[in-house]
């Protein structure tokens, strides 16, 4: 990415982070620098190649250096600050999952947690499938604690009054948990193989 293109792509993430997404456009970035929307085309193309920029933008953000040796600690440890990016951005989830962004911060990341799960013996296929359903689950979870509101538990709660839904009525207090901390654990734990910490 060239300077032109970074000051144009840094511009968009402070219009994300102050409205999010449907604050972001090229005629929005424009008006923010001070120039004609053409100037801000010829340097990011189209909106979808600045979504694209500011994807990698954010995947820059994770830290790659210092990560644990043990291979599913250091998948895991990767994971946790990829989320951090995430929730660092209003709508950053939002943002990422709707772009294909091969460009070098992405694939950084993801050879850095490829090779980690290499290095766990994942066959080659395997590590892939592995990369990608690590990567949807939090980019998921994270899409969802940022468009979560507080009134969404209300709203759960009525609509099962009703006692048409026995298997969540009954699980209730367990959907209504709101530790996205815990959550995103255990879906680490279950995604890696990784022992419960209760267990240890």
Known sequence: MNKSQSEVVATALQALDEGGLEAVSLRAIAER??????????????????????????????????LPARWDHRAAGLLQRYRTALLAHRDGAAL???TYAPEPATLALAETLIAALLAGGYRDQ??????????????????????????????????????????LSRTLPHLLQPSFDDRFTHGL?????????SSR
């Open 126 to 167: 395997e590590a892939v499938w592995t990369c990608w359903n690590a990567l949807y689950f939090t980019l998921g979870l994270c899409r969802e604690e940022q468009a979560i509101t507080s009134a969404e538990p209300d709203r759960l709660t009525e609509a099962l009054a009703s006692g048409a839904y026995p298997a």
């Open 33 to 66: 620098r001070g120039v004609r929307m053409n100037t801000v085309s010829w340097h990011v193309k189209s909106k979808g190649r600045l979504l694209e920029l500011m994807a990698d933008a954010i995947a820059a953000e994770v830290p790659l250096d210092d």
């Open 96 to 98: 990422v999952a709707g």
């Open 189 to 197: 734990q279950r995604l890696l193989n990784l022992p419960d910490a």
